[in-house]
């Protein structure tokens, strides 16, 4: 992942990851973690696919956003808590390579 999208992430998203890993931590959103999980589980998989041909990280992760709001519509409003779900996942090392 390069420094400058990283330096953004770390700015702009970063700050709410606590409270998205609190919300996921709760036994009442269980089904929502197990979602979180089958998604991330996917993700590895189709990262696996399509690492080398998408390239660096932040590209991936822009590239699956942009797929995930096509075939999602509704979620345009949404789009950058969207965003901050799959940078969240990242840096929780749910996807994508652990270096």
């Known amino acids: ?3 400058d ?3 953004q992430l770390k700015l702009r998203h970063e700050p709410y ?5 609190k919300f996921l931590s709760e036994p ?3 089904a929502v973690t197990e979602a979180y999980g089958r998604v991330a589980d996917e993700l590895n998989f189709r990262l696996a696919v399509f690492r080398e041909e998408l ?8 590239y699956v956003h942009d797929e995930f709001l096509k075939a999602n519509p509704q979620l345009e409003p949404k ?8 940078n969240f996942m990242y840096a929780s090392c749910d996807w994508g390579r652990k270096v």
Do not use: K, P, S, T
Not at 17 to 21: A, P
Not at 79 to 86: A, E, P, W
């Open 55 to 62: 390239g660096a990280m932040e590209r991936v992760i822009l």
């Open 28 to 30: 009442a959103n269980e």
């Open 79 to 86: 789009r950058n808590l969207v965003l901050m779900m799959l």
């Open 17 to 21: 990851f606590l409270g998205i890993q």
């Open 5 to 7: 999208y990283f330096d």
């Open 1 to 3: 992942m390069g420094e």
